[in-house]
């Protein structure tokens, strides 16, 4: 199990950008596969974006393709979310997500697959 601990949400208006960060505890960060989730009010919890313990393999949700960037370091144990041209529908807490799996690709989007969770960063975008 680790410990996911987020930071950087905050209100931006429409066409502003944020960077999440999410800074996992313990020894095997660059096992695990690391996601973004998020959650508005009224609304389920959905997928974001997540990244495999290959840098190189990020999956995203589609509309936010092209405007954020997944991203890891693993020798800060930290997951990025660069969050671009964001828009009143990004608003909404954030969730950091992990699971000491490789999932597989068709998995990584289900919420139900990640083990360990973080508290939640809120984004606000106004128009």
């Known amino acids: 199990q680790v410990y996911l601990v987020e930071s950087g949400g905050g209100a931006v208006q429409t066409g502003g950008s944020l960077r999440l960060s999410c800074v996992a505890s313990g020894p095997t960060f660059t096992d695990y596969t690391m996601a973004w989730f998020r959650q508005a009010p009224g609304k389920e919890r959905e997928f974001v974006a997540a990244?495999?313990?290959?840098?190189?393999?990020?999956f995203y949700v589609g509309d936010v393709k092209g405007r954020f960037t997944i991203s890891r370091d693993n020798a800060k144990n930290t997951v990025y979310l660069q969050m671009n041209s964001l828009i009143p529908e990004d608003t909404a807490v954030y969730f950091c997500a992990a699971d000491r799996r490789t999932l597989t690709s068709g998995s990584v989007y289900y919420s139900s697959e990640y083990e360990d969770w973080g508290q939640g960063t809120q984004v606000t975008v106004s128009s």
């Open positions: 990244i495999k313990r290959s840098e190189y393999s990020t």
